[in-house]
């Protein structure tokens, strides 16, 4: 970090040496008027420059104005302090001790302007102060470790000229930022509001360089490419973490979790999550970029519309507000994440319209001429709605007839029951403004899914020349329908405008296979080279293309051949899965993929029904299964039919539809008798012996598992006998049969390693230490079951983690660890909870309410022991005979309770 110390000299000599000292032997870089004397310009020319490339400036004042060039009002000093400000440098400042004696000699005579600068600098900053030259040097070696590095911005938001007002909000993130609690904030607004520039302009001009600047500073934008949840952890632990970071010694996204959790809990940061609705279910997806507010009647119906699609990203979002964090984290969304309803540590702010008064100044700094009523009365036609606001703007800037004339907004026909809507028709008034070749312009940029550079825009220059083209990007930019970063030279556009520009769109096809041939001409890294999801960008963007260009198949393809099996097996990316095979269902998910061939439709659907189950959605996973056994049993192909019954009985039995599930699953058994193959009768008897072991129904489960275990010898299937000693030790816990459940839980795990597959190794360290708890041995239970969580979350194995956190919260209640016991509980309730599985649930308020019952609050216990047994009413009746006697336990007590 560069350091500029800005003082007078002569006076200060000895404490800039000593200043000079903490700050290189903090590692830090020093830079000073020491270092100018050998330059041949002139100080107040050059001095600026050189704090404009520091980081922070530390500025001693004293009791002399110091030296003042020619032709300047102010010393060289405070021209230092002032460039500074005005490049949002950091400034810290010392000044000596009010009683400390200082030579006469260095304390002017005519103290008006010092102490004019003074004073100035005690009003605006908290300021240190220090005696003796020693004590300068002791105070600045301690406060060098807090004071702020530059922030962490990767894609810096292109935030339009004549941003205005939002002087309340902006307080009350400043209050927000100083104050202890809450420690996340959410913005939340339909889009065109400005939250981001909001949150933007707070950050830029409220925050950087003022006194409230926290040490560190992140901010993360889910509107960018490829910026999902995966690769902030990384960036954000390499920002946030002080030492190098060994990323080797992490097993699991978990790890990197808990490791930023506690770098936030221990430090004052800032993370700003920008356009968090990204990461949720409602706008994930490829067609996010195009997406308005309106959400599908049956999301909202159900209400998971508002649910994180990344279930680690919604725990860390629940982490960061459940927990007493130093960092302040501010969110930006058109939704409110459903994972922070009811949590303390949340504070929503809902943003409403535009101040009338802010309007007024935005209109004017616009140059738009007119009374305040005149201005009011255009305003209020389009709602205060801030986006409408610069349209209408733009309208009347550049109107034919008379430009800023704010009477003209009248001829506009700004229909009223519109007004502040995201839909409101100045949209279309601001498009049909311009002439043709603008509006094909704009349409066809509107057509790019990210931030685009002026290279890859100019594809799509037909305006005979680059000035000409030029020039209608800086109209579109003055007008507001355009965005432009002018440090990077990149240009995008607001998703409200680019949604209203896409669908004007006339040639769609014909610009998206023009961008095809852009982005084939982008190198594409060869297999050996892909180290992370970035990797696979440039082929993401193709397919996108692709599936713009309506040509389904051919993105199809080439999901298959260059994205499935590294998304798939490499990163367990199941939600860049979902992301990109949605796109494949333009008619949405309760219709068929817009694929010519039916067998492709059923691949594709049994695709992405097995991410959405991976990622706890078993639900949505069953209506996919559905319309894919619907294929199969059309074309009469019982082999595929039966394949997809099993995949449908899994996630049957996940939910808890019990009666269902062993339907479907003896179908398959039957259908596989029929035509074979003997290793799909095999592994429905395997499933079948799963499902009735839950229904208490111990010797048919048997049974099932005995004929499945032989068909897998026969055909010699290593990995899936493993499974049937996984099922037949799960069997064993449920009756209580510690020791056998040991035995096959053993030989589980030692089938696992003969053919190596890691979730069966998974579930086998599970068992061992569930059954080594059941027989009493708590340190062989301890290392089995954290050594099942760590792998579990290794390759974010969702549907295991219940149940290995459920077994350490009964160990830790073993161990008389209560707080951890309830922890571990909560936390694999909160994951059964959001993927609705049903049995699991039942297990976990039942352990809750013997829990509470344990530690005398019987009201809660009663609350846990209904639910359970709500839960476990759907066929598992070990869970229902439980639940019952739990509550019987509480209800001898009731009047006391």
Request: aromatic content about 10%; proline content about 4%.
């Amino acid at each position: 970090m560069k350091i500029f110390v800005s003082s007078t000299y002569l006076d200060l000599e000895e404490y800039r040496t000593k200043a000079r000292e903490a700050i290189e032997e903090s590692g830090n870089e020093f830079v000073g008027m020491e270092e100018f004397q050998s330059h041949t310009h002139e100080a107040p020319e050059f001095c600026p420059v050189m704090v404009g490339a520091c980081n922070v400036l530390v500025l001693i004042v004293a009791y002399g104005r110091g030296y003042v060039p020619d032709g300047e009002a102010i010393s060289m000093t405070r021209l230092e302090y002032e460039h500074a400000l005005a490049k949002k440098i950091p400034v810290r400042c010392y000044l000596p001790e009010g009683d400390y004696p200082w030579n006469p000699e260095f304390i002017d005579k005519d103290r008006r302007s010092i102490d004019e600068f003074r004073g100035l600098i005690l009003d605006r900053h908290i300021c240190s102060f220090f005696t003796t030259p020693e004590s300068l040097y002791e105070k600045l070696g301690s406060d060098i470790g807090k004071f702020p590095l530059p922030p962490y911005i990767p894609n810096p938001y292109p935030l339009q000229e004549n941003f205005t007002g939002r002087v309340r909000e902006r307080g009350m993130l400043t209050k927000w930022l100083k104050e202890g609690d809450p420690p996340m904030l959410s913005i939340i607004a339909m889009g065109g509001m400005g939250k981001t520039a909001l949150a933007w302009y707070w950050l830029n001009e409220d925050i950087l360089g003022s006194d409230e600047q926290p040490r560190k500073i992140a901010w993360w934008s889910f509107y960018d490419r490829e910026s999902g949840f995966g690769r902030f952890l990384r960036k954000a632990i390499e920002y946030f973490s002080d030492d190098e970071v060994d990323w080797n010694s992490f097993e699991s996204r978990r790890d990197q979790m808990e490791l930023l959790r506690k770098i936030l809990h221990d430090n004052r940061f800032l993370l700003v999550f920008d356009g968090a609705e990204r990461m949720l279910r409602a706008y994930y997806s490829l067609e996010s970029p195009y997406q308005s507010d309106e959400i599908e009647e049956a999301d909202a119906a159900g209400g998971d519309f508002r649910s994180c699609i990344d279930p680690n990203f919604g725990m860390f979002l629940q982490w960061l507000a459940s927990d007493n964090l130093r960092t302040k984290m501010l969110l930006t969304s058109r939704l409110y994440p459903k994972e922070l309803d009811d949590l303390e540590g949340s504070w929503r702010k809902d943003l409403k319209e535009m101040d009338r008064g802010d309007a007024i100044l935005f209109f004017r700094s616009r140059g738009v001429v007119g009374t305040r009523a005149e201005i009011e009365a255009a305003c209020s036609e389009v709602g205060y709605h801030p986006l409408s606001l610069r349209l209408l703007s733009g309208l009347i800037v550049h109107d034919p007839r008379n430009p800023v004339d704010i009477q003209e907004w009248r001829k506009y026909n700004v229909i009223p029951d519109l007004k502040g809507r995201e839909g409101h028709n100045i949209l279309n008034l601001a498009y049909d403004s311009l002439d043709e070749e603008k509006q094909a312009l704009i349409s066809r940029l509107s057509a790019f899914r990210n931030p685009m550079d002026y290279d890859a825009i100019t594809i799509f220059n037909d305006f005979g020349n680059e000035g000409r083209f030029n020039e209608a990007l800086i109209e579109l930019v003055d007008r507001g329908l355009l965005f432009r970063n002018v440090e990077r030279n990149r240009f995008d556009l607001h998703p409200v405008v680019r949604r209203y520009c896409y669908e004007r769109l006339s040639d769609k096809e014909a610009v998206h296979v023009k961008l095809i041939e852009y982005f084939t001409k982008v190198p594409i890294p060869e297999p050996e080279e892909i180290r992370t999801v970035d990797d696979l960008a440039p082929v993401i963007e193709l397919y996108h293309h692709r599936v713009r260009a309506g040509r389904y198949d051919e993105a199809r393809g080439l999901f298959e051949k260059k994205l499935n099996h590294d998304l798939f097996y490499t990163f367990g990316e199941y939600q860049t899965i979902i992301e990109l095979l949605h796109a494949l269902f333009p008619d949405g998910e309760n219709k068929l993929p817009r694929l010519a061939d039916e067998v492709d439709q059923a691949r594709t659907l049994n695709a992405i029904a097995i991410s959405y189950a991976l990622l706890g959605q078993s639900r949505h996973a069953m209506r996919l299964l559905g319309m894919q056994i619907s294929i199969w049993e059309k074309r009469g192909n019982k082999k595929l039919l039966a394949l997809g019954l099993g995949d449908m009985a899994l996630s049957q039995i996940r939910i808890g539809e019990l009666e269902a599930a062993e339907s479907s699953i003896r179908r398959r058994i039957k259908i596989s008798c029929e035509v074979g193959p003997e290793l799909r009768e095999a592994i429905g008897r395997q499933i079948l012996g799963q499902l009735l072991a839950c229904q208490e129904k111990f010797e048919e489960s048997e049974k099932e598992l005995t004929i499945a275990l032989n068909l897998f010898i026969k055909l010699n299937k290593v990995a899936l006998q493993c499974l049937v000693w996984i099922h037949r030790s799960i069997r064993s816990l449920l009756m209580s049969n510690a020791e056998d459940a040991l035995r096959y839980a053993t030989k589980a795990r030692e089938m696992a390693e003969t053919e190596y597959r890691e979730r069966n190794i998974i579930r086998a360290e599970w068992l061992l230490g569930a059954a080594h708890l059941m027989k009493g041995d708590l340190v062989e239970a301890d290392e089995h079951l954290n050594e099942a969580l760590t792998r579990d979350r290794k390759i974010n194995l969702v549907e295991s983690e219940p149940d290995i956190l459920l077994e350490l919260a009964k160990l830790r209640f073993k161990e008389n660890r209560k707080e951890e016991a309830l922890k571990f509980a909560d936390e694999a309730l909160r994951i059964a909870d959001r993927c609705e599985y049903r049995l699991k649930q039942a297990d976990i308020h039942n352990f809750l309410a013997e829990f509470y019952l344990d530690s005398g609050d019987r009201k809660k216990a009663r609350s846990h022991g209904t639910i359970a047994k709500e839960r476990a009413e759907c066929g598992y009746k070990l869970a229902l005979g439980w639940a019952e006697e739990l509550l019987a336990a509480i209800g001898e007590d009731r009047t006391r309770s």
